[in-house]
């Protein structure tokens, strides 16, 4: 099963098609900011292009997490999205004479309520997050046609240890009892 994150009006046949607005006809209606429909490890390959910009940053996590709990180990996501300092550059530079679109890379577009752009995409940030997540092999590229945006590839590795359960092994030990010194 392989899903399309936040698909628009870019359907994708092979994919499931989720967005949280029902006027665009996705083959789901999913708000993809809370816990999502998917059994653990259920999941082969996830699209979330060009969506993420519109979420909330502090979501980031619990999404990522989402993310990392319905892919199948190994299964693959992609992330794509405007490179907040290209498009900021771009704007001040006016390039191409296109200071309008380069303002909708930042903002978005504004056609509906859900086409703002509410956070500063900067991969440095976003691959540690996914890193922090658990993914692995993380990989970023610029577009080919758009190179103020940025494509990353990753894939689910395994998750890094909570804080709990890392103080949890040191108080109370591992399986055969044994103490981590902390």
């Not at 303002?103 to 922090?132: A, W």
């Not at 092999?137 to 945006?149: D, H, L, T």
């Not at 998750?159 to 709990?164: G, S």
Request: with cysteine; charged share 25%.
């Amino acid at each position: 099963m392989k899903l399309n994150l936040g698909c628009g009006n870019s359907k994708l046949e092979g994919y499931i098609n989720i967005d949280c607005d029902e006027t665009v006809k996705p083959d789901q209606v999913i708000n993809i900011c809370s816990f999502l429909p998917w059994e653990t490890d259920s999941i082969e390959k996830i699209l979330f292009l060009h969506t993420i910009e519109h979420l909330e940053k502090r979501l980031y996590p619990t999404i990522f997490s989402e993310l990392h709990r319905i892919l199948q180990p190994d299964g693959l996501l992609i992330l794509a999205y405007p490179e907040f300092e290209k498009c900021a550059r771009n704007w001040l530079e006016n390039t191409h004479g296109k200071r309008d679109f380069w303002e909708m890379t930042i903002y978005g577009r504004q056609s509906c309520p859900s086409d703002f752009h509410v956070s500063i995409m900067n991969t440095v940030e976003i691959k540690d997050m996914l890193d922090r997540t658990g993914f692995k092999n993380i990989q970023s590229r610029e577009e080919i046609a758009a190179p103020y945006n940025t494509i990353v590839e990753c894939q689910k590795g395994n998750p890094l240890p909570r804080y709990e359960e890392i103080l949890d092994k040191g108080i109370f030990g591992d399986k055969h009892g044994n103490s981590a010194r902390i």
